[in-house]
């Protein structure tokens, strides 16, 4: 590896937060035809959190207040928030400025992005990037909420089983002669493949019945569509890409990585990808049978609880790679 030391961030604080309600497999098996076997053959998921009515920005600022504690600063000390999700609760207020509210970090910037799974990747990397160009900037909190129970079908096997709901927030401040590498991209071809639907256009005014996006899935309600063929053949490939992509950036291998976190959907598809990149399953740390797909919160989760296991430690090279709806993917490299 070549030393490409610039501007990058550290991670100050981290923290999580999961809904004390867990939905086994059996569970599962008791409202759809499914069983234990089945799902954690095809997903590697064994159970999920669930929330009981907490909305989604609830969640966040549990998590966003862990992450205050753990980085020793108070709340007035962040200029940015950033919230991660595809599952706030209102159209407007964001999600950001509700965390924003609970925490009492009034006078921050706060920011929704919706990049799906990809989210907390798109957002560190956005983080760095105020933090570079606005040195009046301090910190950033950076959030992924997700209430993935909201637009889940809970009559679809495929798709329920699948789900969970939880938070993670990380505290990020610049830091200087380090490495930092990003690659991000999508592919909107794909949109059809992972779809929640929102508010159908109907004002007393419209005279035509048709949907005008006919290429994108038929509306059921608000329920969440997925093409899951489609959806791991874009995973497996755009995983590994994101990764070598941006690796290549700082002259090095993925193998020299100390860790690759990825989002946390399919073991299945997360051994394929490392198969394809020639990296041992060791180095991917992995949490999808406590948690499920967290979808943008998936990410952080699997990085906190890789730190408290000591699987990952100060010093580390780490790459956050994520894939999901939009379909959206990228990978982040930094320095822990």
Not at 154 to 172: E, I, M, P, Q, W
Not at 315 to 334: M, N, R, S
Request: aromatic share 10%; proline share 4%.
């Amino acid at each position: 590896m070549t030393e490409n030391r610039t501007t990058g961030v550290r991670i100050a604080g981290i923290g999580m937060h999961v809904p004390q309600i867990i939905a086994t497999n059996d569970d599962f098996a008791k409202i759809v035809e499914t069983s234990d076997e089945w799902i954690t053959q095809r997903t590697g998921i064994k159970q999920r959190h669930i929330t009981n009515g907490e909305p989604t920005y609830y969640l966040g600022a549990k998590a966003a207040q862990k992450a205050l504690d753990d980085a020793g600063i108070k709340a007035e000390d962040v200029g940015l928030i950033i919230a991660a999700t595809v599952t706030a609760d209102y159209y407007t207020p964001s999600v950001a400025c509700l965390i924003q509210r609970e925490i009492g970090a009034i006078g921050s910037m706060a920011i929704d992005i919706n990049c799906a799974c990809s989210g907390f990747v798109y957002g560190f990397d956005m983080a760095k990037r105020y933090l570079q160009t606005d040195h009046s900037l301090k910190y950033v909190l950076l959030v992924a909420a997700e209430e993935l129970s909201k637009f889940v079908d809970y009559t679809d096997r495929t798709t329920c089983v699948l789900f969970g709901d939880g938070a993670s927030a990380f505290v990020l401040k610049r830091s200087e002669n380090t490495f930092f590498s990003s690659f991000l991209g999508a592919d909107g071809n794909g949109a059809q493949y992972l779809a929640a639907r929102g508010l159908l256009s109907e004002n007393p005014f419209r005279i035509n019945e048709e949907e005008f996006d006919m290429d994108m899935p038929k509306p059921n309600k608000h329920y969440l569509c997925q093409n899951g063929k489609e959806v791991y053949k874009f995973a497996t490939k755009a995983l590994p890409e994101a990764v070598t992509k941006a690796c290549e950036k700082l002259d090095m291998q993925p193998g020299e990585l100390d860790a690759i976190v990825p989002h946390q959907a399919n073991i299945r598809i997360i051994e394929t990808a490392a198969k394809n990149l020639g990296v041992p399953m060791q180095k991917f740390p992995m949490y999808i049978d406590k948690y499920g797909n967290t979808s943008s919160a998936s990410i952080p989760i699997a990085f906190c609880e890789a730190v408290k296991e000591g699987r990952i430690c100060k010093g580390d090279k780490v790459c956050f790679v994520g894939f999901g709806g939009g379909l959206t993917y990228g990978a982040v490299i930094f320095e822990y």
